[in-house]
Structures are given as structure tokens and as C-alpha cells.
Antibody, heavy 121, light 109 residues
């Protein structure tokens, strides 16, 4: 069974750093790209960026470029989303999702359960 | 353009047919995918490509596209279809980015 299991709830202060994770299982981790999607409270889905676990190639939405870093550790089939300095506006649920990219990219067929990040002083 | 536009809210009577639309320049070149999100849950893929349903998605869900508009149709809406629906596609900027529509809240009356 394909699963993307994300790390748990985080409560942080502005200026702190954070890394959340997304562990894939039940499939070949390096075959599928991993994207991160933000959902602010009561709002819609926003694509942040994605990574090819094969070579760690990334591309980011202009809205998130420079504010977050996406990485993977293929030895443990895990993708990460990292902030070096959180802001209150980073408060949101963050989802990881996989897609197959060969030429063109398939839709997001499996999603993680989401990680709630709250940033407050 | 990298924007996909959806109506914020749509309602349908139980058992009737509803169409949810998504407009954007990139849809002239690329198919949309559609995701259903219920409160407190992760999104679920319901339609992708020309009109493809993943395993387990009821056949009352269908997709179509014309020009710059993609549509998700629910034929015979059920109470459990009440949810937020998001379209997504790639943008046509040449950077292979992903875009989501703003979402449509479907109410089943």
C-alpha cells in the first residue's frame, strides 16, 4: 500500500527554524517526485515546489522561492520542507504529494495526511 | 498566465447534476486534474487527464475541457459529495510549475 506519512504538529516562535518530513512507503521512492502544498487557515491549496529524489533537482513557485528549501534523504525514503526563519504567516497545514514525472508530470495521486504548523509568539 | 480561476461556491440539489468550472490560459495546452477535499482531510484526486477516474472514484464524476475551461461534472450529486473542489494544472510559463485554482465549495442541498 502506497503511503506518505508526515511528521506531527509543530508549534514554533517567529524566527525559529523548522524541518517537517514526509516518508514514502509501498512504492519506489525515487520514481516519483514529491511536492509540498500549503493550505493556510480557511484558504485554498498553494503549490510550493517539488523535488526529484533521483538527483535532488528542485523547482519552486516564485511565491516560495528563497523562503523554503525542499530536500530528500533517499536512504530513508523521506522528503523534507525546511524553513530557516519562520514567520507568523507560515501558519498553515502543509501537505506532501507525489507525482510521476516522465516527460510530462502526472497528477498528484497520493497525499500525506498534512502537518499543522503554528507560528506564534 | 499561471492563474486558474474557479467560482468560490456552487450548490446543487440532492440527485441533480452540477458542473464546476476552472478557467485559465494554460488549460488551452494542458489538461486539468481535479481534487476533492473534505473538512479536516487531505485532498483526493477524482479526475485527471481527458476524463480519467482513479480507482474507487464513483462514475458520477466526470471531466471535460474546451478552450481555456476545464469542467468537473457530478451527475446525480450525493450528500457525501459536499466538499471543496480544486483544479490544478501546470503553468505555461515554460518553467514547469504547478498551479491550483482557488477552489469551489460545493453544497448539496
Amino acid at each position: 500500500e502506497v503511503q506518505l506519512v508526515q511528521s506531527g504538529v509543530e508549534v514554533k516562535k517567529p524566527g525559529e527554524s523548522l524541518r517537517i518530513s514526509c516518508k514514502g512507503s509501498g512504492y519506489s521512492f525515487t520514481t516519483y517526485w514529491i511536492s509540498w502544498v500549503r493550505q493556510m487557515p480557511g484558504k485554498g491549496l498553494e503549490w510550493m515546489g517539488r523535488i526529484d529524489p533521483t538527483d535532488s533537482y528542485t523547482n519552486y513557485s516564485p511565491s516560495f522561492q528563497g523562503h523554503v528549501i525542499i530536500s530528500t534523504d533517499t536512504s530513508i525514503n523521506t522528503a523534507y520542507l525546511h524553513w530557516s526563519s519562520l514567520q507568523a504567516s507560515d501558519t498553515a497545514i502543509y501537505y506532501c504529494a507525489r507525482q510521476y514525472c516522465g516527460g510530462d508530470c502526472s497528477p498528484f495521486d497520493y497525499w500525506g495526511q498534512g502537518t499543522l504548523v503554528t507560528v506564534s509568539s | 498566465s499561471s492563474e486558474l480561476t474557479q467560482d468560490p461556491a456552487v450548490s446543487v440539489a440532492l440527485g441533480q447534476t452540477v458542473r464546476i468550472t476552472c478557467q485559465g490560459d494554460s488549460l488551452r495546452s494542458y489538461y486539468a486534474s481535479w481534487y476533492q477535499q473534505k473538512p479536516g482531510q487531505a485532498p483526493v484526486l477524482v479526475i485527471h487527464g481527458k476524463n480519467n477516474r482513479p480507482s474507487g472514484i464513483p462514475d458520477r464524476f466526470s471531466g471535460s475541457s474546451s478552450g481555456n475551461t476545464a469542467s468537473l461534472t457530478i451527475t446525480g450529486a450525493q450528500a457525501e459529495d459536499e466538499a471543496d473542489y480544486y483544479c490544478n494544472s501546470r503553468d505555461n510559463s515554460g518553467n514547469h510549475l504547478v498551479v491550483f485554482g482557488g477552489g469551489t465549495k460545493l453544497t448539496v442541498l
